[in-house]
């Protein structure tokens, strides 16, 4: 399993907890220093059933100065790779090639089997 975490963010720090208490073995990667390519993030988003502006901070985007009208599924995907502030989290990946948006944080529950 992996967690894709921002240790500054209150729900990314909540569902890390959660895998800990569920003594899940896990991978954390950072992902604002540890940067998804775009490959990875398409993968992702698959897993996660998402369209890639799903998986937006719009608000974090707007801050940025991003412009994601008109952009395809491939240049956002590329936009986030970029720009990884604006990746939505946590996004949790089972082992078994299922994801999940951790918010609210106990949605991570579903890839343990709870």
Known sequence: MEIWH???C???????GLLEDA????????????????????EVVGMLGLAPRELVRTADAKTLGLQMDGL????????MAANP????????ISDDGRAVVGRPPERITELLGS
Do not use: C, M, W
Not at 24 to 37: A, G, I, K
Not at 85 to 92: D, S
């Open 6 to 8: 921002n240790p500054r």
């Open 85 to 92: 502030r604006i990746i939505e989290r946590p996004v949790v």
């Open 23 to 42: 003594g899940v073995t896990f991978t954390e990667r950072r992902y604002l220093e540890d940067v998804p390519s775009a490959e990875r993030l398409a």
């Open 72 to 79: 395809d599924d491939d240049a956002v995907i590329a936009l």
């Open 10 to 16: 209150s729900k990314s720090r909540q569902a890390k």
